[in-house]
């Protein structure tokens, strides 16, 4: 089956600096990606929506300017955590539309974020 | 926009017996209903999947089933191994939405030795 990796799968930073996370697919292009944010116990909450080419759909409440989405090949879509603080320390996960497949996505391994 | 209520959030099991979770869902425009299962630290992963224009679907120890007027689909694991041990979510989506997946709020299922 497709696969989807994300890198790194973990990071710890300071607070007040920007964190770069990688989604990749991997034998297939993907032309849509998600970003999900999961708290400790909590379920996947969706982000905002990556299309290649073109600028991110955030969800109601996500701030654009914080988490900067960018989205430059069928390949790859990044999430950089901007001025990060602790209430940012998360697990995000990326997700990719399966190609001709409706609705189906390909979840990746997940990045933990911890901001000191 | 969608809302995915899921039960119960915990469920604890003897191996070899089944296991029921349950979902509603409130957008009737929803057309595609998968279930993931997470194991602590990992991505989640697709264990099975319905669309709206059918009612079961099996694929060895796990079916789904669902229900378009009452708005529940149900999944149910039988024989339990230890291995079936995770959090499991439900999720719907409607395929006008740019395929958005909304999660359920996810289940813990723990199987007895």
């Known amino acids: 089956g497709a696969v989807v990796s994300q890198h790194p799968s973990w990071v710890i930073c300071k607070s007040g600096t920007s964190v770069k996370i990688e989604c990749r697919s991997l034998?297939?292009?993907?032309?849509?990606m998600f970003w999900y944010r999961q708290f400790p116990k909590q379920s996947l909450m969706l982000m905002a929506t990556?299309?290649?080419?073109?600028?991110?759909?955030?969800e109601q409440g996500v701030e654009k300017d914080k988490f900067l989405i960018n989205h430059a090949s069928l390949t790859l879509s990044t999430l950089t955590v901007t001025s990060a603080h602790p209430e940012d320390s998360s697990f995000y996960i990326c997700?990719?539309?399966?190609?001709?497949?409706?609705?189906?996505?390909?979840f990746g391994p997940g990045t933990r974020l911890t901001v000191l | 926009g969608e809302n995915v209520e899921q039960h119960p959030s915990t469920l604890s099991v003897q191996e070899g017996d089944s296991a029921v979770i349950k979902c509603t869902y409130s957008?009737?425009?929803?057309?595609?209903f998968p279930w993931y299962k997470q194991e602590l630290g990992k991505g989640p992963q697709l264990i099975i999947d319905?669309?709206?224009?059918?009612g079961e679907k099996k694929d060895q120890r796990i079916a789904v089933t669902l229900n378009k007027t009452a708005k529940h689909f149900s999944l149910h694991i039988t024989e339990t191994q230890p291995e079936d041990s995770a959090v499991y979510f439900c999720?719907?989506?409607?395929?006008?939405?740019?395929?958005?997946?909304?999660f359920g709020s996810g289940t813990r299922l723990s199987i007895r030795p």
């Open positions: 997700s990719a539309r399966v190609p001709q497949v409706a609705n189906e996505q390909f």
């Open positions: 034998d297939f292009q993907a032309t849509t």
């Open positions: 990556s299309n290649e080419g073109s600028k991110a759909t955030y």
């Open positions: 957008d009737s425009a929803s057309n595609y």
């Open positions: 319905i669309r709206s224009n059918v």
């Open positions: 999720a719907a989506s409607i395929s006008s939405s740019a395929s958005k997946i909304i």
